[in-house]
């Protein structure tokens, strides 16, 4: 029940293209539902986040589509870019029972070509 | 320090030998968590730490690992008589707090574990 499932494990994409990558989940607990982008050799860093009491937030190119009664959740990257080719996790964390952990998906590795 | 910063950077260690990792998380934060990533595969928790509180240690997958941290400042996750399948990745992190959901939390680079 505290799994968050990712798809699809790898993504190939055109400059300019719209990479989409999903998450779903179970526990109806979680309430903080943030990405990172990880970049070989470094560690993961907060791309952007969302609560569920919201459908959709941007942060420039970036954007969180979330459906909560479907329990699931999606990153879309607009006008993607070669620079952006990274391995990206979903996560999930949960109120102030909780230590504040994430779970994290199993990630997706993103490629944009040139 | 600027961010999370963790040493060594790579480790190469013999089967059954013990390695410590050290972690110095950003300044001011009270809530240090560890993580481990498997090669190509998503973070598993490890223990988490809240100033002075009890740990949480639900992720420690055996009793080979154990974590420390003196009071708000580094900590040290050792391994005890390593074993093949503990290669990976340990990442640590930190948040200006914790005991919620939310607080953004920061990764170091992480310490390369190699067991032969």
């Known amino acids: 029940q505290q799994q968050v499932k990712q798809s699809p494990q790898s993504l190939i994409v055109q400059k300019g293209g719209i990479p989409i990558i999903n998450c779903a989940y179970e526990?109806?607990?979680?309430?903080?539902f943030p990405w990172y982008q990880q970049f070989p050799g470094k560690g993961p860093a907060l791309l952007i986040a969302i609560r569920p009491d919201v459908s959709e937030k941007k942060e420039g190119r970036f954007t969180i589509s979330f459906n909560k009664s479907a329990k699931q959740f999606s990153l879309h990257i607009m006008d993607s870019q070669p620079g952006d080719s990274a391995t990206y996790f979903c996560a999930a964390s949960w109120g102030s029972s909780n230590t504040g952990k994430l779970i994290f998906g199993q990630g997706t590795t993103l490629q944009v070509k040139p | 320090g600027a961010g999370v910063s963790q040493s060594p950077s790579n480790k190469v260690t013999e089967k059954g030998k013990d390695v410590e990792l050290r972690c110095d998380p950003i300044s001011g934060h009270t809530a240090l968590y560890w993580y481990r990533q498997r090669l190509g595969q998503g973070l598993e928790f490890l223990i988490y730490f809240q100033g002075n509180s009890a740990p949480d240690k639900s992720g420690l997958p055996s009793d080979r690992f154990s974590a420390e941290r003196t009071g708000e400042s580094v900590s040290t996750l050792t391994i005890q008589r390593t074993q093949q399948e503990d290669s990976a990745v340990y990442l640590c992190?930190?948040?200006?707090?914790?005991?919620?959901?939310?607080?953004?939390?920061?990764f170091g680079e992480g310490s390369w574990l190699t067991v032969v």
């Open positions: 992190a930190s948040s200006l707090v914790g005991g919620n959901s939310g607080n953004t939390i920061y």
């Open positions: 526990n109806t607990a979680f309430d903080y």
